[in-house]
């Protein structure tokens, strides 16, 4: 080839790239939120976990080199989700750690703000997924509240018979996973293996095994399936006996004991500093349950304890969950030998659509119904917060209204966002080894803390 072709080529060649060069950089905050050398004295506190106790260990002689920062993660099965730890060792003695969030960046309250009051529960159920009913309540109940209506007996009973199936669905997940996590493979195969049965009912009654948009403002879509009563009999009669096996495969099991007494302490002082709810509170020595505080759904109607424990460890983490599976099924056999009859929801047509037969039969019961599917229901301005006592701890929901169909803002005050807090205090001065059982033994959901 010629001169002139070598030059076409490159003038060619020019005019492709004109325009692509490379942007001037401009840094980021990415690493931020890492541990840095040097931090202020509150964050050097809440990473020593040394913000209410002082039990710190660490002699600030050792020499830089003895030292390392590791990572944990950005994923481990024991989360439920995407978590990453920034861990300071000291040989095999963890003097530092700070949880790193926001790896699942779902924006779910946000998202709330583009759907009406009616669409809600079907975002919110999917938060914390391993208990979707106590996302669908406490949404429900803030709705209920501004609009200043109260569901009818039978609705509110369902509301509790779901909501306690789900507490002990999604403790088992608790305990198999903390049982895999800490080696006891059996526990895993158990729990998932009782939680089907859970499951299977609730799919027979809502159509699905998780994430189910059941309970809605008003109360709750469909009423409980033909034959329920024997369902949930055998479920109780299955999970009972399954229960005390439990107790007999780990309660006096010495590697078990080994792996979890002691482990991950947290005292009452750092566990209400740290606003610390559910099982994780009460194995402090807490005795707090937002069931016997502020009831809801006429749970107070039911007779349960609330169990608690002294030590504030992995052990007795564990324990609680055990016990409060107890209390719950007490309360699903409370419910179940007074369900009341009537209605499952409000009769009130703005709220809630028309029965499904009507809608063949009545041109108006047509148009309520697709006006209610696509436009919803209008609900007067305020703000409240409402809370339930979901199986990791004190689930809020503060909804605003401005008076449109659509709320204004939503928040959700996630137990798991709260409790994640522990995690430096629970692991200062703790083996390595210990990490993974600690982070298990507070239950946390991820989706419920990357809102």
């Keep these: 080839m010629g001169d002139g ?7 060619i060649l020019d005019l492709w790239v004109a325009g692509s060069e490379e942007p001037e950089f401009q840094p980021t905050d990415e690493g931020a939120q890492e541990i840095a050398s040097e931090e202020t004295r509150g964050r050097l506190d809440t990473q020593f976990g040394r913000v209410v106790d002082d039990d710190y260990l660490f002699d600030d002689d050792v020499a830089e080199d ?12 024991s989360t439920h989700g995407v978590l990453r ?6 040989g095999e003695i963890i ?6 969030i926001g790896y699942l960046h779902t924006g779910m309250e946000k998202t709330a703000e583009q759907l009406t009051f009616g669409q809600g529960p079907t975002n919110v159920t999917r938060m914390d997924y391993l208990a979707p009913f106590h996302g669908e309540l406490a949404y429900s109940l803030a709705v209920e509240t501004l609009l200043d209506i109260d569901v009818p007996p039978r609705a509110a009973a369902i509301r509790v018979l779901m909501t306690e199936l789900n507490r002990v ?9 903390n049982g895999m996590d800490i080696g006891a493979l059996s ?5 998932f293996r009782e939680r089907e049965s859970i499951l299977a009912f609730f799919e027979k009654t809502t159509g699905l095994r998780m994430n189910h948009n059941y309970i809605r403002p008003g109360g709750v879509v469909v009423d409980l399936p033909p034959g329920w009563k024997d369902d949930v009999a055998a479920i109780l009669v299955d999970l009972r006996q399954r229960f005390v096996k439990y107790d007999d ?28 709810t559910g099982p994780a509170l009460r194995a402090a020595g807490v005795d707090w349950d937002i069931r016997k505080a502020f009831p809801y759904s006429g749970i107070e109607n039911y007779e349960f304890d609330v169990p608690t424990r002294e030590n504030g460890d992995v052990y007795d983490r564990y324990r609680v969950r055990i016990d409060e599976m107890w ?3 007490k309360i699903v056999e409370q419910v179940m030998d007074v369900m009341p009859k009537g209605d499952f929801r409000v009769g009130d047509r703005k709220i809630t659509p028309p029965p499904r037969a009507r809608i063949d039969e009545s041109m108006e019961a047509l148009i309520h119904h697709f006006k209610l599917f696509t436009e919803g229901f209008k609900v007067p301005p305020g703000e409240t917060y409402v809370a339930v006592e979901s199986p990791r701890g004190e689930l809020g929901c503060y909804l605003v209204s401005d008076g449109e169909a659509n709320p204004y803002r939503m928040h959700t005050r996630a137990p798991s966002f709260y409790n994640l807090q522990s995690l430096p205090i629970a692991m200062a001065d703790s083996l390595m080894a210990d990490t993974v059982a600690t982070i298990a033994s507070m239950d946390p959901v991820m989706g419920d803390v990357d809102r």
């Design 85 to 90: 730890l920034q861990i300071e060792l000291e």
């Design 169 to 177: 669905s999604s403790h088992l997940v608790a305990l198999a996973t």
């Design 66 to 77: 003895e030292r390392m920062i590791v990572n944990m993660g950005p994923q481990h099965p």
């Design 95 to 100: 003097r530092r750690s700070k949880p790193i």
């Design 187 to 191: 526990m895993m195969i158990y729990g």
């Design 249 to 276: 495969m780990l309660k006096e099991n010495p590697i078990w004991l080994s792996r979890t007494k002691g482990v991950g302490i947290i005292s009452p002082e750092e566990a209400i500093a740290f606003s610390i």
């Design 5 to 11: 072709t070598k030059k076409e080529q490159t003038e």
């Design 327 to 329: 209390e719950s099924l």
